[in-house]
Every structure is written in structure tokens, then in C-alpha cells.
């Protein structure tokens, strides 16, 4: 997903008071908005309409 959209996520961060040094996941940049967050949700939804789609294909023709 990360790569879909150019953006990177996860990477080093801290969760109350302890850090957590992972790594980067995707290329992009780290810097995420709003609007990141409806394109992934619009990604997602496509991607899910076309595995309903294939499924129904199948189921179809089996």
C-alpha cells in the first residue's frame, strides 16, 4: 500500500515512552495527511471490488 501511494510508513517512533526503531516501509515521503489517508481508503475499495468481481467470475463459470 505504502508503495501504491508514494508515501513510507512505520519507521522509528516512540509509543508513550518507549521508542521503537523499525524500518522505513516504502519510498516515499513520511510526511502523511489527510488525504493520504482517503486515497488508500479508495485503493483499498477498489482492490476489494475487484476481488468481489473475480470471485463472482469464477463462481460463474464453475
Do not use: E, K
Amino acid at each position: 500500500m505504502a508503495g501504491a501511494l508514494g508515501i513510507r510508513i512505520a519507521g522509528p517512533r516512540v509509543y508513550g515512552n518507549t521508542p521503537v526503531n523499525d524500518h522505513w516501509q516504502g519510498d516515499g515521503r513520511a510526511g502523511l495527511t489527510a488525504n493520504d489517508i482517503r486515497r488508500a481508503l479508495s485503493l483499498y475499495r477498489r482492490a476489494c471490488a475487484l476481488q468481489i468481481g473475480a470471485v463472482a467470475l469464477l463462481i460463474a463459470l464453475f
